[in-house]
């Protein structure tokens, strides 16, 4: 929960350990994915890039992302020839926290 934002929400961080029910099922599921692997191979993801080879896309990371390495957006960005690579200066994993 730390690795969310660049500053961390204290008081959100302490609802979810005083109360982690009302996160709900979703991180249930998202926990099951995230040790499975999200059910993908090795590189699965850049290796079917060809398939959309052809679409123009952004691919947007933040700076402060301390869950994702920058090395995965820069691989997508080399195997997708039309998509721009976007790196936010004050962003971090989440698209809901505020720089």
Not at 61 to 87: E, F, M, N, V
Request: hydrophobic share 40%; with cysteine.
């Amino acid at each position: 929960l730390t690795l969310l934002a660049l500053t961390p929400d204290r008081e959100f961080i302490a609802t979810v350990v005083a109360e982690p029910k009302g996160l709900g099922e979703g991180q249930k599921i998202a926990l099951h994915y995230m040790l499975n692997n999200c059910f993908l191979e090795e590189a699965q993801l850049l290796q079917g890039c060809e398939k959309i080879a052809h679409i123009p896309c952004a691919i947007l990371r933040g700076r402060y992302d301390l869950l994702c390495p920058p090395l995965g957006a820069w691989q997508l960005h080399k195997a997708l020839p039309l998509s721009t690579l976007h790196i936010l200066p004050e962003s971090g994993h989440s698209s809901s926290a505020a720089p």
